[in-house]
C-alpha cells in the first residue's frame, strides 16, 4: 500500500526566508505522481506543484518548487521568499493509478507552516 | 473558472439520523471523491467514483454510502449517523489521470 510520510508537524518562518516541507513516499509502483496542496485558515484546498514519477526536471511554480529525490522516496517543498499569506496547512499527496480504472490520492498528516515578521 | 461546490458549509444532526451531504462540480470530471479531514490524520478517502453510477471504496467506507447518478453530482450518505462521524467532509474532482483534483470548500459536519 502506498504511504506518505510528514513529519513535520508545525514550522515557523520568517517573512522573506525560504522553508522547506519534508514529504517522504513508499510505493512499489514505478509510475506515480506526487502532488502538494496548501490549506488555508478558510478551508479550501488550493493545488500548488505536481511531479511525475518519470519527470527528469524537478517541478517549479513561481515561488514553490518541489526537490524531487527518486532514489530517496522525497519530495519536498520548497517555499522561496515566504509572505505572511503562505500561513496555512500544507498537504503533501501521492496518486495511485487503480487496475479496475480511476486514480486515487494519498494524503500525508500535513505541516501547519506560519509565516512570522 | 472551474468549481465544485458543496451543498453545507456547516452542519449538525443528531445521532442515528440519515445525512445527505451533496457535491457538483461544473468540469465534466469522470471521477469524483469524498474524503473526510481530521486533525492530525490529514485527509482519508472515504469512497470514489470514476463513471456514473461506479462507485469504489476508499480507505475508511465503513458507516458511509454514496450516489453518483450524474456525471456532476456525487452524494456522500451517513445512513445512522454517529458522533465519531463530526469530522469535515471534503469532496474533489479530477479530469483524468496525472492532473490535479479540485476541492470543494468543504461541510464540517457536528454529531450531537
Known amino acids: 500500500a502506498q504511504k506518505i510520510t510528514q513529519t513535520q508537524p508545525g514550522m515557523f518562518v520568517q517573512e522573506k526566508e525560504a522553508v522547506t516541507l519534508d514529504c517522504t513516499y513508499d510505493?512499489?509502483?514505478?509510475?506515480?505522481?506526487l502532488f502538494w496542496y496548501k490549506q488555508p485558515s478558510s478551508g479550501e484546498m488550493i493545488f500548488l506543484i505536481y511531479?511525475?514519477?518519470?519527470?527528469?526536471q524537478n517541478a517549479t511554480e513561481g515561488r514553490y518548487s518541489l526537490n524531487f529525490q527518486k532514489a530517496r522516496k522525497s519530495a519536498n517543498l520548497v517555499i522561496s521568499a515566504s509572505q505572511l499569506g503562505d500561513s496555512a496547512m500544507y498537504f503533501c499527496?501521492?496518486?495511485?493509478?487503480?487496475?479496475?480504472?480511476?486514480?486515487?490520492?494519498?494524503f500525508g498528516t500535513g505541516t501547519q507552516l506560519k509565516v512570522e515578521l | 473558472d472551474v468549481k465544485v461546490t458543496q451543498s453545507s458549509r456547516y452542519l449538525v444532526k443528531r445521532t442515528g439520523e440519515k445525512v445527505f451531504l451533496e457535491c457538483v462540480q461544473d468540469?465534466?470530471?469522470?471521477?469524483m471523491f469524498w474524503y473526510r479531514q481530521d486533525p492530525g490524520l490529514g485527509l482519508r478517502l472515504i469512497y470514489f467514483?470514476?463513471?456514473?453510477?461506479?462507485?469504489e471504496k476508499g480507505d475508511i467506507p465503513e458507516g458511509y454510502s454514496v450516489s453518483r447518478e450524474k456525471k456532476e453530482r456525487f452524494s456522500l450518505i451517513l445512513e445512522s449517523a454517529s458522533t465519531n462521524q463530526t469530522s469535515m467532509y471534503l469532496c474533489?474532482?479530477?479530469?483524468?489521470?496525472?492532473?490535479?483534483?479540485?476541492f470543494g470548500p468543504g461541510t464540517r459536519l457536528t454529531v450531537t
Open positions: 467514483s470514476y463513471d456514473v453510477k461506479m462507485k
Open positions: 474533489a474532482s479530477t479530469r483524468d489521470l496525472g492532473y490535479e483534483q479540485y
Open positions: 510505493t512499489s509502483d514505478p509510475s506515480y505522481g
Open positions: 511531479q511525475g514519477s518519470y519527470d527528469q
Open positions: 468540469m465534466d470530471h469522470e471521477n
Open positions: 499527496a501521492m496518486r495511485e493509478i487503480l487496475t479496475g480504472g480511476g486514480n486515487k490520492l494519498t
